[in-house]
T-cell receptor, first 114, second 113 residues
């Protein structure tokens, strides 16, 4: 798993509350990614980071924000959780932006928004 | 808009049989095509990958066939085993400095003993 951990692993929250998911990697990888996985959609990129304090949007970024203050940590925040954000969230990291570099995934966080 | 289309959605194969999963893409700027394997409760993990200048790549029982003109690629699992039961995702990456992956919708493979 290339030393990627995610916390919490499971979370239940209520609509309208803010939620922060944490990704921590010990590989000194420069690039980090947040995906959501939903049945029938595969994995979709939410946001990614190409360095400390450098982030950009993915294809499903609405309602999400990210921050990266240290190389090893990448935080995903749901500013005001909605039921449509119920999903399994995966973090990934890779050493460079080359398309041939393997992305290593964390174990996922299952989020339920009631 | 699904840039990478994957089929079938689910697949049941007998032990020892061949599992075949197909993917098609639209964007000719894609330059790398990995396959990821995911077991229940785990994150996806890279299984095998191919570049578009190669028509086939084999690693053990797993083979990718790539047809650039048809914009299609497929994963073949030979001598399928119950331990291969997992969800498989094809993906595509576009050249550049961000390594953003576009995933297919996934195929749930069940290999029956």
């Amino acid at each position: 798993d290339a030393g990627i951990t995610q916390s919490p692993r499971h979370k239940v929250t209520e609509t309208g509350t803010p939620v922060t998911l944490r990704c921590h990697q010990t590989e000194n990888h420069r690039y980090m990614y947040w995906y959501r996985q939903d049945p029938g959609h595969g994995l979709r990129l939410i946001h990614y980071s190409y360095g400390v304090k450098d982030t950009d949007k993915g294809e499903v970024s609405d309602g999400y924000s990210v921050s990266r203050s240290k190389t090893e940590d990448f935080l995903l925040t749901l500013e005001s959780a909605t039921s449509s954000q119920t999903s399994v969230y995966f973090c990934a990291s890779t050493s460079s932006g080359s398309s041939t570099d393997t992305q290593y995934f964390g174990p996922g966080t299952r989020l339920t928004v009631l | 808009q699904q840039q990478v289309k994957q089929s079938p959605q689910s697949l049941i194969v007998q032990k020892g049989g061949i599992s075949i999963i197909n993917c098609a893409y639209e964007n000719t700027a894609f330059d790398y095509f990995p396959w990821y394997q995911q077991f229940p409760g785990k994150g996806p993990a890279l299984l095998i990958a191919i570049r578009p200048d190669v028509s086939e790549k084999k690693e053990g029982r797993f083979t990718i066939s790539f047809n650039k003109s048809a914009k299609q690629f497929s994963l073949h699992i030979m001598d399928s085993q119950p331990g291969d039961s997992a969800t498989y995702f094809c993906a595509a990456s576009r050249g550049g400095a961000t390594n953003k992956l576009i995933f297919g919708t996934g195929t749930l493979l069940a290999v029956q003993p």
